[in-house]
Nanobody
Framework: QVHLVESGGGLVQPGGSLRLSCAASGSIFSLNAMGWYRQAPGKQRELVARFTIGGTTNYADSVKGRFTISREYTKNTVALQMNSLKPEDTAVYYC?????????WGQGTQVTVSA
């Protein structure tokens, strides 16, 4: 079993920055994929940014150039630096880890971008 804990959400003004962190614990394989997804009210959950099992990164087009994902493999953590935030970035952000055929989700952290 794997447990994911996110932190760092909150309320920020448009143009501001936030940094989200996710720590994974439990039975973690050496090969896994970790990343961030988000779900806005009334919308489907979508990819924000992720590390693939091979170590490459993928970003949603809407966040390219503004968000940066980073990972510390030895600590099983992944972070998301979010700059130039927009109101449309408002959502619950979820950390996700996939290993073998199993996917785990964190409980989510709210990010609200509003003046």
């Amino acid at each position: 079993q794997v447990h994911l804990v996110e932190s760092g959400g909150g309320l920020v003004q448009p143009g501001g920055s936030l940094r989200l962190s996710c720590a994974a614990s439990g039975s973690i394989f050496s090969l896994n994929a970790m990343g961030w997804y988000r779900q806005a009210p009334g919308k489907q959950r979508e990819l924000v940014a992720r590390f693939t099992i091979g170590g490459t990164t993928n970003y949603a087009d809407s966040v390219k150039g503004r968000f940066t994902i980073s990972r510390e493999y030895t600590k099983n953590t992944v972070a998301l630096q979010m700059n130039s935030l927009k109101p449309e970035d408002t959502a619950v952000y979820y950390c996700r880890l996939t290993q073998s055929t199993t996917t785990y989700w964190g409980q989510g952290t709210q990010v609200t971008v509003s003046a």
